[in-house]
């Protein structure tokens, strides 16, 4: 059983105890232990049920590679799955739950599956549920989603809050172990500013456990003194609980600091993104202890040797009474020393070496009374829930039991594989190091920046380094360089001398016992976390698949959540074996941020409820909102589509909105149009290129409807252009249309015309403007007193600055509903008092606002069309008879030339016509015109579409536009448009304006 | 004519860990026109007292001050009340150069981030190197902020002015709060 001793455990506080629960029974820790520790000391071995076969598993790492310890974490808005046990710190109310089992972690039905393990080989749901098809659907997935995932997704929104933060660095070291802080102190003696980030909550990393000496200091006493000397150095920021997630171009690094994962009580941000810049980076991550592939390694009790030591030195815990060490390394066993230190029983060490005389090591065990059998290895692994023995055998043979040792924890060390995934993430290349069986960064093929420099440097273990000498050296080695290349001169220091006990050479395992039959290797994990086994890789081997790459996706090697940090190297190595090939040659797959993975929330940052958007507001936004505004999104801003009353439907407000502007008064918020100024000696040169019609005979004082096309001669927006004066012109865009036409403008001008004087400057919030519609417009301009609003002082499509009601205005007299109608732009800051100005003196006509919906319904009774309704990006002004608006006398204009090519003076281009149902209902929107015959598909042909329709409250019918095959040489026509749910709906083919033809009305 | 109103109505939060407050109105005139050309640098003077600033600088004199924006833009702070007057001058003070001088002053909302913690609330939106040193008064700088377009620049040790879009507002003030919030002290520029 795994229990607390009562030594060790330097990183507890056992004076501080901590209450958690798991699966709802309540355990008891430390502060300082992690949920995994505190799991062990509370003989919690069995932690999950694995993906595929709902097998038993236990912890088997102490770190950020732990590939079974996943659990459910918290309640209700702070619940979160797939959190790791190994890397969450213990805090006093911790609640979790063990994932993927049914309906108990200690009975789950699923776990029937391993008894169908060999129904469920590799690819096994490309083979089996590719037929018959339908079943997919219906069967398969359902039930595979039943049995399959790991934890629940959260059923309520997220409680917490998050942030980025953006910092800058000459010198970024990641990692805060030995390697990293003898590189951040070399960095930072040279001036540099350097960041150096932890991932866990302390610094040092592996050394304090491994021990050895640093400049004749224990090494944590050595560590302890670089972290005070860094603290006091105002150049350097450090950052624990802060992983390094990934290393992008240009030098930038997402660090993934979590702020109060371990303190839920504290208040501000849960997790903080940091978005840095560095000149030069340092990856001093570290390296990760692999499994060795026996059979049974996956169950409860088998674990790392590192984990195995780190659980006791740092948090007092023993794996079990009786463990049995296997290894094909010298490393593995200071787990055997650290137990026997700590007075627990090592009942063997299994060595798969076989070499002529004992190393340091072995001698050392000996000599401590422990048994070593080198050229051996373990057959298979006894116990269902947790470890019972272990079968012993001769690693060179097939796995035939030469003894078997009783015991309930098994440390395995299958050598050591550095972390290069900060270093690969940016395209730094690997070799392969075949005395240390590793790939390790190829320095000569580091990532490149701008200048193709180098801007990523590995040290220590991370560089494949494993010795403390060779990583205190390189570390102090690799701070240098990258001040260096930052720009600095680092200082001419002596670099510390690091020891430790030599070691033998290691010998590549990548199967135990070599020989193993098929049985063994079928029960020989290499990727805990999606239920991979040996057989499964040489399996897809044999199918074919040669690619690391493809054989990832067959087997799903690597792809769970862990990325295959324990699993990818064993793996490859079996895919090289099965291949026949080395393994250089099969290479690795590849290494993509995040590191581990990290939250979601944490990308979004304050990203979330009020501010998840940037929502445009005009001057008068809080009037509408008190006023019943059911909004409408348009771009960024929101407007109001109508204003509902007490009681009222939103179709009833705008059959109401519609019928009062045509009768008494409506006003509107058009603030959100766009306004460009354009001015210069060539504005008016660039206006008739910028626009389809004639701007440039445009008189000073007066208006004109303008349209625009991009290059490929599609319209893309109109509004109405004013002169302001022989050089100023104002246009008004669209409201979506504003930024993108200023951008337009822009970009013609800057890379097109850049020899033409003219300057454009967006001043659309500059005002806000007032639509004053309605017969009775004129009289409430009257009443609020001022300038001469009369029809000959201010004709149809002229403008004029003054004042009204005291306000400095420009007054537009425009209409787009065919009303007559003013359109008055005060500045904003003045906005909100015109606009209640206008209400309280427009109470005797009638006035009432209206919103965008029947500004719509206005329009299209006469025939105007929409930017985004009539047109989709495909359309061009021809297509909706707006002829009348492209200049024939101009040489060129945006669109020109590409509206002359073959497709767009197609007679056959669908046109615009007005459509009239004959039973007086409205049309659906974007109904398709069926005609005779079915086309290349056998679909039926279409003949036309519907771009617009709207119940007409002032006809009191359905009207709607569309765009028909000869569509304006079939006037009076029916054609048919099938609707949903089997209807189909029937309408006559008219002219497109609907309501006042002559346009009397705009003209009083 | 009624007296103008800034975007928010002078909002102010001081419940985090920076005072966040919507800044009182400034008058702010955009010229587009060569800013290195002798005529524009000598318009701008005339009316201003100020020397025309470089690149990702401001220059102030009296209740003047130009903000660079671009090679071809600059942003003239003044006191509200004087825009016209100010407008007008330039305008004439250009004479036949080819400069476009617009009044900016209600397009925009402006906000002040106070405190010994202002740069770390600023670099929680801001991409932009806010380590002290690094930006000091005096400096200019366009950005975004969040999501969406800014100017910012520090008027004193501690404080921040903001100048963003009218129309947002209201999300840049909630914005600032939000990394204001108590709690979410970096220290990183201690």
Request: with cysteine; charged share 20%.
């Amino acid at each position: 059983m795994s229990a607390r001793i009562g030594t060790n455990g330097r990183l507890l506080n056992r004076d501080r105890a901590v209450t958690f629960s798991f699966n709802g029974r309540e355990m008891r820790g430390f502060e300082g232990d992690t949920l995994a520790s505190a799991l062990l000391a509370n003989d919690q071995m069995l932690v999950g049920r694995s993906f595929k076969y709902h097998r038993p598993r236990g912890i088997v790492a102490s770190g950020a590679e732990e590939p079974n310890g996943l659990v459910n974490m918290g309640e209700g808005n702070r619940f979160e799955p797939n959190q790791r046990v190994t890397t969450t710190e213990l805090f006093d109310g911790l609640t979790a739950r063990s994932q993927n089992h049914w309906p108990s972690l200690e009975f789950d039905v699923g776990a029937i599956n391993t008894k169908l393990a060999r129904f469920l080989p590799a690819g096994f749901y490309y083979k089996m549920f590719i037929h018959p098809r339908p079943l997919w659907k219906h069967v398969y997935e359902p039930f595979i989603r039943q049995s399959a995932g790991l934890g629940q997704a959260p059923k309520e929104a997220d409680a917490d809050t998050y942030e980025h933060f953006y910092a800058f660095c000459d010198v970024l070291v990641v990692g805060g172990g030995i390697a990293g802080l003898l590189a951040a102190r070399a960095a930072a003696q040279s001036g540099a500013k350097v960041i150096v980030m932890e991932q866990t909550p302390h610094w040092g990393g592996r050394a304090p456990v491994d021990g050895g000496t640093v400049s004749g200091s224990p090494v944590d006493e050595f560590v302890e003194q670089i972290v005070s000397e860094l603290d006091a150095m105002p150049n350097v920021t450090m950052r624990t609980r802060t992983m390094g997630a990934g290393v992008y171009d240009h030098g930038y690094v997402l660090g993934y600091e979590q702020l109060r994962d371990n303190a839920p009580e504290k208040p501000g941000p849960r997790h903080r993104l940091w978005r840095i810049r560095a000149a030069q980076i340092v990856t001093a991550t570290g390296a990760i202890e692999r499994p060795l592939s026996f059979a049974g390694n996956d169950i409860p009790g088998v674990m790392l040797a590192s984990a195995v030591r780190d659980y006791l030195v740092n948090f007092g815990v023993s794996a079990g009474d009786r463990t049995v060490v296997v290894t094909n390394n010298d490393d593995a066993y200071l787990t055997a020393f650290a137990l026997n230190h700590a007075g627990l029983q090592v009942s063997a060490i299994l060595d798969a070496r076989s070499i002529d005389s004992d190393s340091p090591a072995m001698q050392q065990a000996r000599g401590l009374g422990i048994r070593v059998l080198t050229g051996h290895g373990i057959s298979t692994v006894k116990g269902g829930k947790r470890v019972s023995a272990v079968e012993v055998c001769r690693q060179d043979g097939n796995g035939s039991v030469t003894e078997e040792i009783a015991c309930d924890a098994v440390a395995m060390s299958g050598g050591w594989s550095p972390v290069v995934h900060l270093w690969s993430h940016c395209g730094g290349k690997l070799t392969w190091d075949s005395d240390q069986a590793m790939f390790r960064p190829d320095v000569d093929k580091a990532p490149t920046g701008a200048t193709g420099a180098p801007f990523v440097k590995a040290a220590g273990s991370a560089n494949g380094l494993m010795s403390l000498a060779e990583t205190v050296s390189d570390a102090d080695a690799a701070g240098k360089a990258a001040a260096r290349a930052a720009g600095f001169t680092p200082k001419r220091t002596k670099a510390p001398v690091g020891e430790s006990a030599d070691e033998a050479p290691m010998q590549p395992v990548w199967l135990m016992p070599a020989q193993a039959d098929y049985h063994h290797r079928a029960k020989a994990w290499l990727d805990y976390q999606n239920d991979v086994k040996v057989s499964d890789v040489q399996l897809a081997a044999q199918e074919g698949f040669e690619s690391v790459e493809h054989t990832k996706r067959y087997t799903t090697l690597g792809m769970a959540t862990d990325q295959g940090k324990l699993s990818n190297i064993n793996g490859l190595a079996t895919l090289a074996g099965a291949l026949d090939a080395d393994i250089p040659q099969v290479g690795t797959t590849t290494f993509r941020p995040p590191y581990t993975p990290i939250s979601m929330a944490s990308v979004a940052g304050e990203a979330r409820g009020d501010v998840f958007q940037p929502i445009r507001r005009t001057p008068m936004h809080q009037w509408h909102e008190a006023n019943g505004a059911h909004w409408e999104p348009v771009g960024q801003w929101r407007r109001p589509y109508a204003y509902l009353r007490e009681g009222e439907t939103v179709s009833a407000a705008v059959n109401r909105e519609v019928l009062n502007t045509r009768r008494n008064l409506g006003l509107l918020d058009a603030s959100t149009l766009g306004k460009i100024i354009v001015k210069g000696p060539d504005a008016a040169k660039f206006m008739d290129m910028m626009y389809t019609n004639m701007m440039s005979t445009l008189k000073p004082g007066k208006c004109r409807y303008g349209l625009m096309c991009s290059e490929n001669g599609f319209l893309i927006d109109d509004g109405v252009v004013a002169r302001i004066d022989e050089d100023t012109f104002l246009c008004h865009t669209t409201t979506g249309g504003a930024d993108s036409i200023h951008q337009h403008m822009e970009e013609w001008l800057q890379t097109e015309w850049w020899d033409w004087n003219v300057w454009v400057a967006n001043v659309t919030e500059q005002y806000g403007q007032v639509a004053v519609v309605g017969p009775n417009a004129r009289k409430v301009l009257e009443t609020l007193g001022g300038m001469d609003v009369s029809r000959d002082a201010l004709g149809f499509m002229e403008w004029k600055d003054g004042q009204i009601g005291g306000f400095a205005c420009r007054v537009y007299r425009i209409s787009f509903s065919g009303e007559l109608s003013y359109e008055i732009a005060v500045d904003a800051g003045q906005a909100r008092a015109f606009w209640d100005a206008l209400m309280t003196a427009g109470e005797a006509f009638g006035a009432m606002p209206y919103g965008t919906e029947c500004l719509h319904v206005l329009r299209a009774e006469k025939g105007f069309i929409m930017i985004g309704d009539e047109t989709d990006g495909t359309v061009i002004p021809q297509d909706l008879g707006l002829n009348w608006a492209i200049s024939k006398k101009k040489e060129d204009f945006l669109g020109k030339r590409a509206q002359e090519r073959s497709h767009m003076t197609d007679p056959k281009r669908w046109k615009l016509v007005g459509l009239e149902t004959l039973s007086g209902g409205v049309l659906p929107d974007g109904a398709y015109a069926t005609g005779e015959g079915v086309n290349a598909n056998g679909q039926r042909n279409v003949i036309g579409r519907v771009t617009s329709t709207y119940y007409s409250a002032t006809l009191e019918r359905g009207i709607a536009m569309g765009l028909v095959l000869d569509g304006p040489d079939r006037m009076g026509e029916v054609i048919e448009f099938p609707g949903t749910q089997g209807a189909t709906f029937k309408a006559r083919i008219v002219g497109p304006v609907f309501y006042d033809k002559e346009g009397e009305k705009q003209n009083v | 004519m009624s007296e103008p109103i800034t975007a928010l109505g002078g909002a102010v939060s001081q419940n985090g860990i920076a005072k966040v407050a919507e800044a009182a109105r400034e008058g702010m005139i955009t010229l587009r026109g060569d800013v290195t050309s002798a005529a524009v640098k000598k318009a701008l003077k005339s009316v201003t007292g100020a020397a025309m600033p470089g690149a990702g600088q401001m220059a102030t004199s009296g209740s003047y001050t130009l903000c660079w924006m671009s090679p071809d833009e600059v942003l003239v702070l003044c006191p509200a009340d004087t825009v016209g007057d100010t407008l007008t001058a330039l305008q004439n003070a250009a004479g036949t150069a080819h400069v476009l001088v617009v009044n900016v002053t209600d397009a925009r909302a402006s906000f002040t981030v106070a405190g010994p913690l202002a740069r770390e609330v600023m670099a929680k939106l801001c991409p932009v190197d806010l380590a002290p040193g690094a930006f000091e008064p005096g400096m200019f700088r366009r950005t975004r902020l969040a999501q969406v377009a800014a100017a910012v620049w520090m008027p004193e040790a501690e404080r921040f002015r903001i100048v963003c879009f009218r129309s947002q507002a209201r999300y840049v003030f909630d914005v600032l709060c939000v990394a204001a919030q108590e709690g979410s002290a970096v220290g990183a520029f201690n």
